[in-house]
């Protein structure tokens, strides 16, 4: 396995970019207004990691959590993947980011009480990144794009 692979499972935070302002009709949430901005998105599997990034990274799906409204919006540039965690800590060390901003309130948060699993990169996500680094261990993965799906189709022996 090359370090490209992400593990079968753990917590991730997935870099979406809107490139304009969108109004996402989120289910209970109701109509949510979104700034063109790169957004992160903390979420977790115990496995099948690869397959949920797949999932988030490819435009036709059907909505069924709140992350597939804005990944169906927006451009799913890459994912950052540790093998340990749990995602309410990263979501809550993401929160003191001096670099994020939080998202929409309940948003990816129908299970747990964070404020919200969503937020809004006011620089580069880098520097979110590097923030992260910082209470982590480093053993990120990180990947592009295209780099989710062809994690995937390694898996798959394709
Ligand atoms: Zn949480």
């Known amino acids: 396995m090359t370090r490209r692979d992400p593990p079968a499972g753990g917590t991730y935070v997935l870099v ?3 490139s304009r302002e969108a109004v996402l009709t989120v289910g209970r949430l109701g109509g949510l207004r979104l700034l063109a901005a790169t957004y992160l998105y903390v979420g977790s599997a115990r496995r099948g990691l690869p397959h949920r990034l797949a999932r988030h990274a490819r435009p036709e799906k059907s909505c069924r959590w709140h992350v597939d409204y804005l990944t169906a919006a927006g451009q799913v540039c890459g994912a950052w ?3 340990v965690g749990e995602e309410c800590a990263l979501a809550e060390q993401l ?9 929409p309130s309940g948003f990816g948060c129908s299970d747990c009480r964070c404020p ?3 937020f809004r990169c006011r620089q580069s ?4 990144l590097a ?11 990180e990947l592009s794009g295209r780099g989710i799906i062809q994690a995937v189709s390694r898996r798959q022996g394709a």
């Open 16 to 18: 979406v970019r809107l």
């Open 81 to 83: 993947v540790w093998p």
């Open 125 to 128: 996500p880098r520097a979110a």
């Open 131 to 141: 923030w992260l680094r910082q209470g982590l261990p480093d053993l990120v993965t």
């Open 116 to 118: 919200t699993h969503l």
């Open 95 to 103: 929160a003191a980011c001096p670099e994020v901003s939080p998202g």
